[in-house]
């Protein structure tokens, strides 16, 4: 079983915190990381894990050609989420080993009990994909962004496994942009017709991939010393998609979906978790002389106009107690 994952410099201190939860559970499985910047390849070439395998575009590119010719063509949002499903092509490749498991981690996720549980889940089947699991208010308006979530998804070495990997690659090299577009968007709506191949699981489980966009569907808990629970079952990870820092304190992303930041998701969840990231983030800023910010999102206008919504937002999120700051000594 191997992991894979990318992330730029502005994101290494997220991809470190989610390696570093895996192995805090007991998880020393090859993680495979696609360096977007020779930043990130040049902090792991000292970090001391030697589980940990560095893969830079230039191999990926010589890898598939064909990513190298569709490169001018798309931004680059766009152009990292089509090296999604060739990327875990690639480590299955490099793996050699027939019916190894290779999952695909966004860098934003943190285990808070063993990876294990998830992967023993997927059962007999060859590819595992995790529903969004909107509630009911919300599924008309981001059905465009698809049923599922390319947050964590995995492929057996195996025919049907490769027969969904090798659609997916082709697929993302056609089309992959970062608006939805007739049922597609980005390298996730494809997952979509994932259920339409043989040998694919979903797993149900809301203690997987718990999110800012499905905390209302679940019954979240959390009783120190904890862990928190979904459902009744230990939460197993988080997606923390559009948490950022906002001058001395992080703002979640649960604004973006009208729900709200509980006691039992800040206590069990968020804080445990920004704890962890603020101490990365330190070593990340040591590490380059300065504090590296989020790469933003967008370009020419559009990055314009997105980067003044992520301030509105923020500043919305910290007026109506959707922040977290940290006590001075935590």
């Known amino acids: 079983m191997a992991y894979c994952t990318y992330f730029d410099t502005g994101y290494l201190s997220r991809g470190l915190t989610m390696i570093e939860s895996l192995r805090e559970h007991g998880d020393n499985s090859l993680v495979f990381i696609l360096a977007l910047d020779s930043g990130v390849r040049d902090f792991f070439a000292d970090y001391g894990d030697k589980n940990i395998r560095i893969i830079s575009l230039q191999d990926l590119e010589e890898y598939e050609p064909k990513l190298s010719a569709v490169r001018p063509h798309r931004s680059r949002m766009e152009f990292y989420f089509t090296c999604t499903p060739l990327l875990v092509r690639f480590v299955m490749d490099q793996m050699k080993t027939r019916n190894s498991t290779i999952i695909y981690l966004d860098a934003d996720l943190y285990f808070f009990d063993q990876p294990q549980l998830a992967i023993a889940s997927l059962g007999d089947g060859s590819v595992g994909i995790i529903e969004h699991r909107y509630p009911k208010k919300l599924e008309r308006r981001l059905a465009k962004y698809g049923r599922f979530n390319v947050g964590w998804v995995a492929f057996v070495d195996d025919k049907n496994g490769r027969q969904v990997l090798d659609w997916y ?162």
């Open 169 to 330: 690659g082709k697929s993302t090299l056609e089309w992959c942009g970062d608006k939805p577009l007739d049922g597609k968007y980005a390298d996730q709506g494809y997952l979509d017709s994932f259920p339409l191949f043989a040998g694919v699981t979903v797993l149900r489980e809301g203690a997987f991939n718990l999110a800012p966009w499905n905390t209302e569907s679940h019954d979240v808990r959390f009783s120190p010393p904890g862990p928190a629970t979904v459902d009744g079952r230990s939460l197993n990870f988080f997606h923390f998609h559009g948490l950022r820092s906002f001058g001395d304190q992080f703002v979640t992303g649960q604004i973006l979906y009208g729900a709200k930041l509980t006691e039992a998701l800040k206590q069990g969840v968020y804080v445990p978790y920004i704890r962890h990231l603020s101490k990365n983030d330190v070593v990340v800023a040591g590490e380059f002389g300065a504090q590296v910010d989020i790469s933003k999102r967008g370009h020419g206008l559009s990055g314009v106009l997105g980067g003044l919504r992520r301030k509105a937002l923020s500043l919305l999120s910290s007026l109506t107690k959707n922040s977290i700051r940290l006590p001075r000594n935590p």
